[in-house]
């Protein structure tokens, strides 16, 4: 059965790829939570850290196929307290794990990025603080990239997603609940591009 390490497990898109992988791979989750979780599928194991030395020694410790690296931290607009968050979420979380690919024989690493990295279709042009980190995290990738040649690596683009189980207050879940009100949905502008992806 393949292996796979999923960072990001209580987010929307984590969620979800757990419930769907968890039938057919053994999935290790990372967690801060110091409460373990009780799983329905016997083939998740929670990785518990309290710290990034300890979440370091234990990554060296598992044999995984996959990385899928869901794990963020989005603000659209930040302040000057969201800036340790978004660093160490966005940059210094996922530079522990990639400094541990060999060790842990990873032969696939799946990231998520976003597509603000391009705003408005113009590339590089990045359309928050968010992203900055985003667009950096992708350099880290490509030297790891060139460190480690057999590994592949994905860096996917993600746009707005909804799904079923979505409760963010997304365009998808406003229009719903909107029209379960009997309330008129406004669209700002007759150019407006949805670019939505189901889960």
């Not at 393949?2 to 929307?12: A, K, M, N, Y």
């Not at 979800?16 to 968890?22: M, P």
């Not at 409760?167 to 998808?172: A, V």
């Amino acid at each position: 059965m393949q292996r796979l390490l999923l960072t990001g497990s209580t987010g929307f898109i984590g969620s979800q790829i757990l419930s769907e992988f968890s039938k057919d791979y053994i999935i290790f989750i990372t967690s801060r939570n110091k409460k373990k979780k009780n799983f329905k599928s016997k083939n998740i194991t929670e990785i518990n850290f309290q710290n990034y030395d300890e979440l370091n020694r234990k990554l060296k410790k598992i044999k995984i196929d996959t990385l899928v690296h869901c794990a963020t931290h989005y603000v659209k607009n930040h302040t000057y307290k969201d800036i340790k968050k978004l660093v160490e979420s966005n940059i210094l979380f996922g530079n522990i794990i990639l400094e541990n690919i060999e060790l842990m024989q990873v032969k696939k690493i799946i990231n998520f990025s976003t597509v603000w990295e391009n705003y408005n279709g113009k590339k590089d042009n990045l359309f928050n603080l968010y992203a900055a980190y985003k667009k950096s995290f992708s350099f880290l990738i490509k030297y790891y990239q060139k460190k480690y040649p057999k590994v592949n690596f994905y860096n996917l683009m993600i746009s707005d997603t909804f799904g079923k189980l979505d409760k963010r207050k997304k365009i998808i879940n406003v229009i719903r609940q909107n029209y379960k009100d009997n309330t008129t949905t406004s669209i700002v502008s007759k150019k407006l591009y949805l670019n939505l992806l189901n889960i």
